[in-house]
T-cell receptor, first 114, second 111 residues
């Protein structure tokens, strides 16, 4: 089944404790993105990657890191999480040149930083 | 990227046709219009994409007038399960990963 998976789905952590949220897709997509969703603010893009070893900042990259060493994986790294990074996070992937610009989203990771 | 404006919320009843209009006055020549649907605590799901006139698939229709400054997503005979947030996005084809999601339109379908 074609899908984007994220782990963990739920995470409660403390300020300053480094964490990584993994994202993996099995559709051989070149493009991958990370979003955060907060009440009243909609979906905001954090980082995106056009291909292996190619990443770029989205609208709200501060406090986050990403890496793209393999095509299928795009982990999101919070080196020193803070409470304002408490949010619902989505990973997405898509294929350039497709008939339509369809992004496939993962199930989401709900992160709470205390 | 063109800015989009949608109603914050809409109510409807089961069996009715729902039309959600999105305004994008600054749409560029190469921009396409894309709509996504999102249920609570789930990732958005692609519904439809178009450039001009009318596009129809098994889920919805998208109407785009000649000036392309707006677009209308049409959901035929909605059911309770169509209650969701609907996002209108505008951007250049092939750059969909960089499209901006706004706050969307919250559709509530009542019995």
């Amino acid at each position: 089944e074609a899908q984007v998976t994220q782990n963990p789905r739920y995470l409660i952590t403390v300020t300053g404790k480094k964490l990584t949220v993994t994202c993996s897709q099995n559709m051989n997509h070149e493009y991958m993105s990370w979003y955060r969703q907060d009440p009243g603010l909609g979906l905001r893009q954090i980082y995106y990657s056009m291909n292996v070893e190619v990443t770029d900042k989205g609208d709200v990259p501060e406090g986050y890191k990403v890496s793209r060493k393999e095509k299928r994986n795009f982990p999101l790294i919070l080196e020193s999480p803070s409470p304002n990074q408490t949010s619902l996070y989505f990973c997405a992937s898509s294929r350039p040149g497709a008939r339509v610009d369809e992004q496939y989203f993962g199930p989401g990771t709900r992160l709470t930083v205390t | 990227l063109a800015k989009t404006t949608q109603p914050i919320s809409m109510d409807s009843y089961e069996g009715q046709e729902v039309n959600i209009t999105c305004s994008h006055n600054n749409i560029a020549t190469n921009d396409y219009i894309t709509w996504y649907q999102q249920f609570p605590s789930q990732g958005p799901r692609f519904i439809i994409q178009g450039y001009k006139t009318k596009v129809t698939n098994e889920v919805a229709s998208l109407f785009i007038p000649a000036d392309r400054k707006s677009s209308t997503l049409s959901l035929p005979r909605v059911s309770l399960s169509d209650t969701a947030v609907y996002y209108c996005l505008v951007g250049e084809r092939g750059q969909g990963f960089s499209f901006i999601f706004g706050k969307g339109t919250r559709l509530l379908v009542k019995p």
